[in-house]
């Protein structure tokens, strides 16, 4: 019985990040470049292919972490989201109307207009306060190299205070050693945000999760780490045929987590970490082909394959005793 008792105390919870693969919707803005994801352009997106996009979009997130807890996810970061609008769209999909999640979403200056958003269970994370922080780049000649702000979320998570940073961090586009410049500006502006927190709380509980473009070894990613002592609970998931996207027959485990030391506090009525993992299960990757196993995603160049996203969402569960 005292068993039973103690599991009947302890509630937990999943916290997941996922880059959805653009997200957009089928119309037209004139101020970002979205004319590759429109009706009339070559890849000839369409509304039934939008509403496919959200529907398995949707299935994925309720069912992240589902084993371990038997419930929806309380957080989802995101990535790729072109406007409010999509994501208003995706709360009330068909797998996420009867969760009645909000979300937090500011445009950014990317210039081809995806953003990073937050989904939230409202029963769960209250909403205190949020603010978007610019990374700021220069191209090579000299001129503002937009990218995706960085998203702080705060609020009371079962009644205690969290702070939640998403992140998507300059891709490799352009090649690795080439780029890395952009993800260390990235790294070293979100050390400023924890600082930030921690002035107003040197105690504050900070989760901070996105696309990194970089892996946990990386210069950028262990820089964070070290700058305020936080946990990388991915570091040990990558492997030769394992992580979060594929790029030519090789993985990376770009969708991350890092955690201030204090989720492994063990006093009683606080936030604790328990696991991590990537959630990749077998109908979100390719099953036949040269590419089997990869994600199963929406396009592969100008090629509609229908599948749910380039990457393989990540969760983590928390627990509050």
């Known amino acids: 019985m005292k068993l039973n008792f103690f599991k009947s105390k302890e509630k937990r919870h999943t916290i997941a990040f996922y880059n959805i693969e653009n997200l957009f919707d089928v119309y037209d803005d004139e101020i970002t470049r979205d004319s590759d994801m429109l009706p009339n352009s070559e890849k000839k997106w369409s509304i039934k292919r939008y ?12 069912n992240i972490g ?23 769209d995706l709360v009330g999909s068909k797998h996420l109307k009867e969760f009645n999640y909000k979300f937090i979403h500011y445009n950014s200056p990317d210039e081809r ?18 603010k978007t922080y610019t990374v700021d780049l220069l191209d090579n000649d000299g001129e503002t190299d937009h990218t995706r702000d960085i998203l702080l979320v705060s609020g009371l998570f079962e009644g205690l205070e969290l702070h939640v940073i998403v992140n998507h961090w300059p891709s490799r586009r352009t090649g690795d050693i080439e ?58 998931l990558i492997s030769n045929d394992r992580g979060t996207t594929s790029y030519n027959h090789n993985w990376n485990l770009f969708d991350q987590f890092l955690i201030s030391p204090n989720f492994f506090e063990r006093k009683k009525n606080s936030l604790r970490y328990v696991n991590a ?25 100008k090629r509609y394959k229908g599948g749910y996203s380039d990457h393989f969402p990540v969760y983590m569960v928390l627990s509050k005793k």
């Open 113 to 130: 207009g995806i953003d990073v958003a937050l989904l939230y269970d409202e029963t769960v994370f209250q909403i205190a306060f949020s």
């Open 51 to 62: 509403k496919n996009k959200l529907r398995k979009i949707g299935f994925v997130i309720s």
């Open 277 to 301: 993992n990537i959630f990749d299960e077998d109908y979100l990757k390719e099953s036949e082909g040269k590419y089997k196993g990869s994600p199963y995603r929406t396009y592969a160049g």
């Open 179 to 236: 780029t890395k410049h952009k993800r260390l500006k990235a790294s070293q502006k979100v050390t400023e945000v924890i600082s930030f927190l921690k002035e107003k709380n040197p105690d504050a509980k900070v989760i901070v999760m996105g696309d990194f473009n970089d892996d946990p070894e990386s210069e950028s990613l262990k820089a964070l780490e070290l700058s305020h002592g936080l946990f990388n609970p991915m570091r040990t």
């Open 66 to 88: 589902k084993k371990e807890v038997e419930r929806h996810p309380a957080i989802i970061g995101l990535a790729e989201v072109e406007n409010e609008a999509v994501l208003k």
